[in-house]
């Protein structure tokens, strides 16, 4: 399940990722659908990077029963702009930035791993038949 927190004023159908959130855990996570300016404020604040950024996964330290996996941030500007940028739709690129970020609340990290993130970031988007995303796009 999927505790959303919708701080823009965008009405967002979170349909989709609950389909994919499905195919990977039975844990709630919480959703922030965010700015520019609120995701900089907290990329800042946790990774000392002081630029807005797409999405940010912060994963529970300990994995207790009916416990939530962890967080994921993401910048509605960035998802806008975007999809813009490569000329799909705004729920396709929510789509790959969930996928992303839910990936790394699972424990994958494309900054240190051998490759496991991208290629099951890459199994999704075939799966969910979704156009390439930032991880694929920059490789």
């Given at each position: 399940m999927i505790d959303?927190?919708?701080?823009?004023d965008?009405?967002?159908d979170i349909s989709g990722l609950e389909t994919i959130m499905k195919e990977l855990t039975t844990k709630e996570i919480e959703l922030i659908f965010t700015n520019n300016e609120e995701i900089q404020i907290l990329n800042k604040e946790h990774r000392n990077i002081d630029k807005a950024t797409d999405v940010l996964s912060f994963p529970l330290d300990f994995d207790m029963p009916n416990m939530p996996l962890g967080s994921i941030v993401i910048s509605v500007d960035y998802v806008d702009q975007k999809?813009?940028?490569?000329?799909?739709?705004?729920?396709?690129?929510?789509k790959?930035?969930?996928?992303?970020?839910?990936?790394?609340?699972?424990?994958?990290?494309?900054e240190v791993d051998n490759g496991e993130h991208r290629q099951k970031e890459e199994e999704l988007i075939k799966k969910f038949n979704l156009p390439n995303s930032?991880?694929?796009?920059?490789s």
């Open positions: 959303l927190d919708n701080q823009t965008l009405d967002i999809a813009k940028e490569y000329e799909h739709s705004f729920e396709d690129e929510l790959l930035l969930f996928i992303h970020g839910l990936l790394h609340l699972l424990g994958y990290d494309h930032l991880i694929v796009r920059n």
